[in-house]
């Protein structure tokens, strides 16, 4: 392996603002898919196994991105813009976790502020909607597993994938609450 193949995939990943696709890569390097994947299993190892590194490769659904560790994601909130606020992202969380839901139900569950998440999501390309009768159909998109960095695309396995982050979160709640002194 030419020391300088790995360095041109590490580029094309660090300066992609999304997910990169084999076939995109291919195209920007000139190196076969083959390639490739060798030298992305490579990259990954490196990362994974360089403690120091804030940085990591993981796949997001069927392709790749760059990005930093979970770790460290407090840290850069107060210098990073938010491309949504918490309320789209509740909104957004009910969809992932109810899809295909009808707009209709999606409002009872979360208020008339769904109308403009919607519409702001699917500028995003994070879901997709569909008239269904006198509402619309919401779905996630193949985008939303990309966004987040998640491995899983098929709705029912991101709605388990939300369950445990749900009971890892509460876990993690209830366990820093019981160790805080009572006054």
């Not at 999304?18 to 190196?31: D, N, Y």
């Not at 006198?134 to 939300?162: A, C, M, Q, W």
């Not at 009971?167 to 019981?178: E, G, L």
């Given at each position: 392996m030419k020391k300088n193949e790995k360095q041109l995939v590490e580029?094309?990943?660090f300066s992609a603002s999304q997910p990169v696709s084999i076939t995109q890569m291919k195209e920007a390097t000139g190196?076969?898919?083959?390639?490739?994947?060798?030298?992305?299993?490579?990259?990954?190892?490196?990362?994974?196994?360089?403690?120091?590194?804030?940085?990591?490769?993981?796949?997001?659904?069927?392709?790749?991105?760059?990005?930093?560790?979970?770790?460290?994601?407090d840290q850069t909130r107060l210098i990073m813009p938010a491309e949504m606020d918490e309320s789209m992202l509740k909104t957004l969380s009910l969809i992932a976790f109810h899809q295909p839901v009808k707009q209709s139900n999606l409002r009872r569950m979360a208020g008339e502020k769904i109308y403009k998440h919607v519409d702001d999501l699917s500028t995003m390309h994070l879901i997709h909607t569909k008239k269904h009768r006198n509402t619309e159909l919401i779905t996630l998109s193949k985008r939303f597993p990309e966004y987040f960095g998640l491995e899983v695309t098929k709705p029912e396995d991101i709605r388990e994938f939300l369950m445990k982050k749900l009971a890892s979160d509460v876990s993690t709640i209830h366990t820093s609450n019981k160790s805080e002194p009572e006054d």
């Amino acid at each position: 392996m030419k020391k300088n193949e790995k360095q041109l995939v590490e580029s094309v990943l660090f300066s992609a603002s999304q997910p990169v696709s084999i076939t995109q890569m291919k195209e920007a390097t000139g190196l076969s898919s083959q390639k490739i994947r060798s030298l992305l299993t490579t990259l990954i190892d490196d990362y994974d196994s360089n403690r120091e590194s804030a940085m990591e490769i993981s796949r997001a659904g069927t392709k790749y991105v760059m990005q930093l560790k979970e770790e460290y994601h407090d840290q850069t909130r107060l210098i990073m813009p938010a491309e949504m606020d918490e309320s789209m992202l509740k909104t957004l969380s009910l969809i992932a976790f109810h899809q295909p839901v009808k707009q209709s139900n999606l409002r009872r569950m979360a208020g008339e502020k769904i109308y403009k998440h919607v519409d702001d999501l699917s500028t995003m390309h994070l879901i997709h909607t569909k008239k269904h009768r006198n509402t619309e159909l919401i779905t996630l998109s193949k985008r939303f597993p990309e966004y987040f960095g998640l491995e899983v695309t098929k709705p029912e396995d991101i709605r388990e994938f939300l369950m445990k982050k749900l009971a890892s979160d509460v876990s993690t709640i209830h366990t820093s609450n019981k160790s805080e002194p009572e006054d």
